[in-house]
């Protein structure tokens, strides 16, 4: 909530659209003149007019929350103006599933080296033995096996080509 600073000064909205800022304005508390450019771009994407009308009908209590969902939006389209933040949801839906898939596997083949059915991969020149695996394993300690470079370069290179 903005304090009553729009008393001496106007708001960011009222200061935009270069108009009085009354007392009972309903941007005041959310719009402070500290902040411009927050009303700018919520101004440029929905309209002050629509942004006044929300608010009206939005529960005083709400209505915080609301101008910072408008606010996040707005910004959102100034630098995806097709998507808007369901694109940046989307990129960052594909990169839990990506991460989920090679979670999985990591966690497969640590199962499989601390069983002893496969040795675990060399790091530095050194191998590692099958009983600091299970020591590892059983202590309690939860941490990703390193992946062969050949899987993290072609995880890499096809992530690239996605374009993330």
């Known amino acids: 909530m903005a304090s009553s600073s729009y008393t001496n000064s106007p708001c960011a909205a009222c200061k935009f ?56 939006e707005a910004e959102a389209r100034m630098k995806d103006p097709v998507y808007g933040c369901v694109g940046a ?3 960052l839906q594909r990169q839990v ?8 596997a990591t966690n497969a083949d640590l199962v499989r080296y601390a069983s002893g059915s496969a040795r675990p991969p060399s790091q530095y020149g050194r191998r590692a033995t099958t009983a ?16 062969s470079s050949s899987h993290h ?12």
């Open 17 to 72: 659209l270069r108009r009085k800022c009354l007392a009972d304005c309903i941007f005041a508390p959310y719009f402070p003149p500290e902040e411009p450019t927050k009303f700018a771009n919520v101004h440029k994407i929905f309209g002050a007019s629509n942004v006044s009308k929300l608010l009206n009908e939005v529960q005083p209590h709400q209505r915080e929350d609301a101008v910072n969902s408008l606010a996040y």
């Open 89 to 91: 949801i989307s990129v």
């Open 97 to 104: 599933i990506r991460l989920q898939k090679e979670l999985d």
């Open 132 to 147: 600091s695996v299970s020591t590892r394993h059983h202590s309690g300690l939860s941490f990703l096996s390193p992946l």
């Open 153 to 164: 370069d072609s995880t890499y290179c096809h992530d690239k080509e996605e374009g993330n």
